[in-house]
């Protein structure tokens, strides 16, 4: 396996469910991001952890919750979610936290 | 704040045409500039980075960018566009924050080709 994987690739969920996103990189890579994609918005960074360490949260519901055991796995941990969370997620990786970023081919959420 | 702007929302061409798609950043420092592509479906591939030194980038499937930093200005060309290009394409920018760099991407731009 090679690049940055994320599982599931599709997710359908009630608003009561718990479940959670996983994203791996088989980069070398030290710095890893959510991103959200909902339709006729641009990108939004949701979080980024840097040598395992959060070093942004972008205003983030807590509903969404975010661990990065290792520099290699990231996760997000979801929680009573609303259907207005439907949307792609997307996870990145990056060497360092200045340089560019790769990303995997993301999660379809969808919040019914 | 930080911005980018892609004034284009979808843009057709046909195939062998050459293509040109705008970008626009708003950022008071010296820029890392990025460009993405997004087939469907799919995350997000590099295509091009500027980072520093030559204003003319080369990227991967034929694609180069030119920095102009009079005009904020990082447009994507490809002088002979295939039907295999058609995706969506995500010019970005890296602004510095306490934590390192993150990206600001712009609302991406839909290219169609016509045969």
């Known amino acids: 396996e090679t690049g940055v994987t994320q599982t599931p690739r599709h997710l359908v969920m009630g608003m009561t469910n718990k479940k959670s996103l996983k994203c791996e990189q088989h980069?070398?890579?030290?710095?890893m991001y959510w991103y959200k994609q909902s339709a006729k918005k641009p990108l939004e960074l949701m979080f980024v952890y840097n040598f395992k360490e959060q070093t942004e949260n972008n205003s983030v519901p807590s509903r969404f919750s975010p661990e990065c055991p290792n520099s290699s796995h990231l996760f997000l941990h979801l929680h009573t979610l609303q259907p207005e969370d439907s949307a792609l997620y997307l996870c990145a990786s990056s060497r360092g936290i200045d340089t560019e970023q790769y990303f995997g081919p993301g999660t379809r959420l969808t919040v019914t | 704040a930080q911005s980018v702007t892609q004034p284009d929302i979808h843009i057709t061409v046909s195939e062998g045409a050459s293509l040109e798609l705008r970008c626009n950043y708003s950022?008071?420092?010296?820029?890392?500039l990025f460009w993405y592509v997004q087939s469907p479906g799919q995350g997000l591939q590099l295509l091009l980075k500027?980072?520093?030194?030559?204003?003319l980038v080369q990227g991967i499937k034929g694609f180069e960018a030119e920095f102009k930093r009079s005009q904020s200005s990082f447009n994507l060309r490809k002088p002979s566009v295939h039907w295999s290009d058609a995706a969506e394409y995500f010019c970005a920018v890296g602004v510095l924050y306490s934590g390192g760099n993150k990206l600001v991407f712009g609302a991406g731009t839909i290219l169609r080709v016509k045969s």
């Open positions: 500027y980072f520093s030194g030559d204003t």
């Open positions: 950022y008071g420092a010296t820029p890392y």
């Open positions: 980069l070398g890579h030290n710095a």
